[in-house]
T-cell receptor
Framework: KQEVTQIPAALSVPEGENLVLNCSFTDSAIYNLQWFRQDPGKGLTSLLLIQSSQREQTSGRLNASLDKSSGRSTLYIAASQPGDSATYLCAVNGNNRLAFGKGNQVVVIP | DTEVTQTPKHLVMGMTNKKSLKCEQHMGHRAMYWYKQKAKKPPELMFVYSYEKLSINESVPSRFSPECPNSSLLNLHLHALQPEDSALYLC?????????????????FGNGTRLTVT
């Protein structure tokens, strides 16, 4: 069974600092990995999808890397803003099921 | 705004009630999903429909009954629920159906229905 771990569970950073969020998974036989953002009481917003054959994906201030062999992905958010405050979830797609981590709860302090 | 629309946004129901949650997408996606999310926890998969057929049921109790009337709509019928079923119920869709060659499309989630069972 795929186990997905996100560290740290919660973090606070001053506005303008770069955010680094880590995701690790136990089974490297994956199809893709997706990063989501969730605001309190809301659904999940897809941020980036990395296919198993890719090393990284970029969208604006966001960059996600994937090292499938070591079972790791990192989400970088450059120049953080208060609007980036949310919970970030990593989800690994294998065997037609998404296995979610418990999330990184981020607070960006103005 | 999300392209997956869920109604209602909030629902309070008694343990003897029958209610339904609705989900709609017009992106031409062929796979649709129901997830359950408790507070401070990640979403848990309940059901997957692929090309309007139920392809995955994660051993969900029969008091939850999914239905996919057409490729754009997904319902979740609720009956005789328990207070512990109170949660955020999320619908999602993805472009490709559930086939081994088509796993690579991202999931798009709705904003969910906040269900409270009293």
């Amino acid at each position: 069974k795929q186990e997905v771990t996100q560290i740290p569970a919660a973090l606070s950073v001053p506005e303008g600092e770069n955010l680094v969020l880590n995701c690790s998974f136990t089974d490297s036989a994956i199809y893709n990995l997706q990063w989501f953002r969730q605001d309190p009481g809301k659904g999940l917003t897809s941020l980036l999808l990395i296919q198993s054959s890719q090393r990284e994906q970029t969208s604006g201030r966001l960059n996600a890397s994937l090292d499938k062999s070591s079972g790791r992905s990192t989400l970088y958010i450059a120049a953080s803003q208060p609007g980036d405050s949310a919970t970030y979830l990593c989800a690994v797609n294998g065997n037609n099921r998404l296995a979610f981590g418990k999330g990184n709860q981020v607070v960006v302090i103005p | 705004d999300t392209e997956v629309t869920q109604t209602p946004k909030h629902l309070v129901m008694g343990m003897t009630n029958k209610k339904s949650l609705k989900c709609e997408q017009h992106m031409g996606h062929r796979a649709m999903y129901w997830y359950k999310q408790k507070a401070k926890k990640p979403p848990e998969l309940m059901f997957v429909y692929s090309y309007e057929k139920l392809s995955i049921n994660e051993s969900v109790p029969s008091r939850f009954s999914p239905e996919c009337p057409n490729s754009s709509l997904l319902n979740l019928h609720l009956h005789a629920l328990q207070p512990e079923d109170s949660a955020l119920y999320l619908c999602a869709s993805s472009h490709h159906g559930v086939k081994k060659s088509s796993y690579n499309s991202p999931l798009h989630f709705g904003n969910g229905t906040r269900l409270t069972v009293t």
